[in-house]
């Protein structure tokens, strides 16, 4: 190397390419070997990590992009200028799990070429963390001049490759053939928890018990499905609470004038649905219930006579009883509620209403335009059907909202909690 004045060092250029190509090397845990994914792979699972982004920032000194960073799903890459020994810039890659199976960096493989006068470091992700569906992690990797090199380098270029090796988290699942709402009611059961024939509506089926396999995600949130409908559209509910309101600020009972939950749900709260083309307009039964009623035929019969069409809407009270996998002892209102410290235990749609609060349904009480039916979720009367000491402007009640998702989606997953049903289409 020759010596160089300060002047020389302090214009030094090191117009090399210093290149980070970052391969995905993808694989399935339950695949016997690797599968390697790059530009010309096609992928028929829904297997899909990606790179989706690389900026550039925290430049120090005279250090600058020779050209602008790109991307493709599989790699990205960036060219640097070095100016003087201390400079450096850090770059970050966004990689994304744009799939349904959740994935695992197995590990991450660098290599750099021999100059001493040109340093890489690279932060951000580890071996061993998942990356889950709809996530994303970033990778940084740090270019720099050797801040202590104080003479010419003979060789001005340099290339580090790094290779991240994504595989199957464990305990997902690889998806299964994409399914369908007639898929989903040839998994009926007779006893234990479950979909069930409903025994009520004709064409109808109920998940029923303590946790049926009836996670569904939507809108990139947690929900739960009640039931498949005879017109084979699927209605879901939230699985916890939007948070405490009014069911209405006047005082009525009326879900059609509108009320003030109402109009929230189907103005305010819709709108901020990502995956709104989903829903479908459908008939929620609004009809008013007698306080104790001792025959859900009868009970079922009054929710239909009223009718509201939209697309956001409540639980309706039959809806709560039907959810409940012991009949006999909690199979009506009445006997739910006499009951209740049993029927908590066998009824999935409790653990959604927070402990110490109500949550609210959709119908209202005949005895008061003032009633509006509430579920308890407090101690010792949880899973008490309240009408009598609930009115419809006391904000103590939680806001879980229920829709209808089109017939003619598409899932994947097998509904677990883990493996929760996705729609592909």
Known sequence: MKNLSRRQRNNLIIAGLCAIVVLMGVGYAAFASQLRINGTSSISSNFNVLITDITSGSIVGGASNATDPSYTDTTATFSTNLVSPGDS????????????????LSS???????NPAIEFETSGISEGDNLLQNQSDEL????????????????TNS?????????????????????TSDDLKTLAV????????????????????????????????????????????????????????????????????????NTYLNETYLSSLIYSEAIVSH??????????SNNLYNQISEEKEKVWQGQIGLISTSE????????????????????????????????????????????????????????????????YVYNNNNYANLDNSNVVPVLYLSSSITLT?????????????
Request: aromatic share 10%; proline share 2%.
């Open 89 to 104: 810039i850090t770059y970050t890659i966004t990689v994304e799990n744009q799939g349904t199976i959740d994935a695992t």
């Open 108 to 114: 991450i493989d660098v290599n750099t070429g021999n």
């Open 140 to 155: 940084y990797v740090k270019v720099s001049y050797n801040s202590s090199v104080t003479s010419q380098p003979e060789n």
């Open 159 to 179: 290339t580090i490759t790094v290779t991240l090796n994504y595989e199957q988290a464990t305990g997902s699942t690889l998806p299964s053939e994409t399914i």
């Open 190 to 261: 007779i006893s234990g928890d479950g979909l069930y024939i409903d025994s009520y509506e004709e064409g109808k089926y109920i998940y029923k018990g303590a946790n049926p396999n009836n996670y569904i995600i939507f809108n990139n949130e947690l929900w739960r499905i009640i039931s498949i409908e005879n017109d084979n559209s699927i209605k879901i509910i939230k699985n916890e609470s939007i948070g405490t309101m009014q069911w209405d600020s006047s005082n009525d009972n009326n879900w059609t004038r509108p009320s003030t939950l």
């Open 283 to 292: 008939d929620f039964n609004i009809g008013a219930v007698k306080g104790n």
């Open 320 to 383: 709560y009883i039907r959810a409940n996998s012991n009949s006999e002892q909690c199979g009506n209102l009445s006997i739910n509620n006499t009951n209740r410290a049993i029927c908590v235990a066998t009824n999935w749609i409790q653990s959604i209403i927070p402990s110490g609060s109500y949550m609210w349904t959709i119908n209202a009480g005949t005895s008061n335009t003032n009633y509006v039916f509430s579920i308890n979720g407090n101690g010792d009367n949880a899973g």
């Open 413 to 425: 997953g097998s509904g677990t909690e883990s493996d929760s049903y996705t729609i592909v289409s």
